[in-house]
């Protein structure tokens, strides 16, 4: 594992474990990476075993970003923030996306192409979904 700053050529919007859970509908990681791979379309997610899932956006994603401020309630208040300038991420090693053989990290959905990152609109607009349809079912 390589620690990395963010901001410069990435920044990583950080999602509680529940939360990507519940909005894939799973719980074995191999179906939870390819339902991110397919929401995400191929956009690389790094998994923690702090049980938090980093999403690779443009670095200019740290700038703007704000959370919703009643969002994710559900999930012990954590919410989905950003990692931006001041910040460093553990990053595997590029072959390393099998969760079974990784002992902090592995690459959940894998880096496609050099600076193929994830829409932050599409982060959004996933996991708010994913918040409401969680919120629908527990009330």
Known sequence: MTQLRCGVLFAAI??????????????????????LAEALHGGPVIYHRTDHYYVLTPPSVAGRWQTPPNAYARYGGRRLSCLGDDRYLGVPALGESDPCTAFITYWSVPVAAPGRLCDPITVLRVFNVGDYLCGEASA
Do not use: I
């Not at 950080?14 to 339902?35: H, Y």
């Open 14 to 35: 950080s999602v509680p474990g529940k939360l990507v859970r519940a909005t894939a509908e799973a719980w074995k990681p191999e179906q939870v990476d390819a339902f």
